[in-house]
């Protein structure tokens, strides 16, 4: 059972910086792709990140490009997502998630539909 753990959420002001952080643990023998999705109150899950399981592609929502990057460490088992220039719509929850497979991932990262395994989430707060 792979779990996911976000941590690094807060409260900051706009144009500020953030850096969260997925602690993935359990027993998986190689590594897999690796999505941030986002939700804030009464709307859907968003589409925030995503990166393949060796690092080469990473895929980002049209709301945060260019604000936003997406990185793996794999010695430490922990995905990070650096977020720039923040602004009071990125207020949400942020869940790290990652699909069942793992490796190379023959679907498209981009939907909540794909991913099976959730983190908890940490909550983002930026104020004007």
């Known amino acids: 059972q792979v779990q996911l753990e976000e941590s690094g959420g807060g409260q900051v002001q706009t144009g500020d910086s953030l850096k969260l952080t997925c602690a993935k643990s359990g027993p998986i023998l190689s590594d897999h792709a690796t999505g941030w999705f986002r939700q804030a109150p009464g709307k859907e899950r968003e589409f925030v990140a995503a990166?393949?399981?060796?690092?080469?592609?990473?895929y980002y929502g049209d709301s945060v490009k260019g604000r936003f990057t997406i990185s793996r460490d794999d010695m430490k088992r922990m995905v990070y997502l650096q977020m720039n220039s923040l602004k009071p719509e990125d207020t949400a929850v942020y869940y790290c998630a990652t699909p069942r497979q793992t490796g190379p991932y023959s679907g498209s990262l981009l939907g909540p539909h794909e991913y099976h395994y959730w983190g908890q989430g940490t909550q983002v707060t930026v104020s004007s």
């Open positions: 990166i393949t399981w060796n690092g080469r592609l990473t």
